[in-house]
């Protein structure tokens, strides 16, 4: 949970246990729960304490402990990992008419499984009507993906020979000056170039959290949505960490020419600057100035 969801939980009057494990439900004379038995850990949060269980007594408990896939009946549907694959349809590949999503494609938050659910709505309701799914708008993708971009602009590398090159600078198969490091990393603010950017305040959201007292039966949205105009500037304070937005930093300030606009006829969206290697001396100014962090010299640690 984020910080502020404990603060508000506190204070409607929530009760936050640590270092305890459930262990049991326990059962009333009609079968159903009563209580969660739960047996103390140390401090580490991870060794039980032999003895130490006890009952808390409840009228409604709720699973929320990371839980795996039950497969019981659907052992044909699942994969290695006890969960469900699915295509860009929440359907599951190889099984038409079978359609999934949330935490059993894959465990996330509430709101992606409100996505992925409203998405599979649409694909059963064009699977009934006999009608195709067709392709989803591109709003889906969680990744840019250049060589896409580069086929859209009918700028696709050439293929590939597999014969032995002394350089690829000015072979028409490579690509250079691009890696799509979204998927493997985060850029962190040591590496962008603070100094390109003003300062500008944060627009916060007020809150609405209510008391013990005024908990039951609040319906009000907690978070209050910013002003259009506050919106609007928040989306102008995004520093467009690990990519690039042609600020041209790096064809300016590099001392060999070797950074370079890449020509109009070549460019198209995520292509914009290529180095020549025949001028650059890897002297690292170009990384240093760059706003985003866009740069990796690729040296390791």
Known sequence: ????????????GIEIIDCVNPVELVLDDNGRAK?????????DGKTPIEGSEYDIEMDLIVAAIGQGGKLDGFEE???????????????VPGKPGHFVAGDIVRPHLLTTAIGQASIAAESVDHFLKHE????RPKVDKHHFNLLEKMQEAGLAPAEYDHTSTWGTSESDFAIHNFEDRAKQEIIP??????GHFEYTPR???????PTADEVLGHFAERMKPLPEEEAIQEADRCMSCGMCFECDNCVIFCPQDAVYRVPKDKHTMGR?????YKKCIGCHICADVCPTGYIDMAMGE
């Open 189 to 194: 603010a040591e590496k962008l170039f603070l």
């Open 77 to 91: 549907l699942g994969n290695d990992r006890h969960l469900i694959d699915a295509d860009q349809h929440y359907q």
């Open 1 to 12: 949970a984020a910080e502020h969801e404990i603060h508000d939980a506190q204070r409607e």
């Open 132 to 135: 195709e799914l067709g392709k």
């Open 35 to 43: 209580a969660v038995r739960v047996q103390k850990l140390e401090a």
């Open 272 to 276: 914009y600057v290529a180095t020549d």
């Open 203 to 209: 627009h916060k959201r007020e809150e609405d959290v």
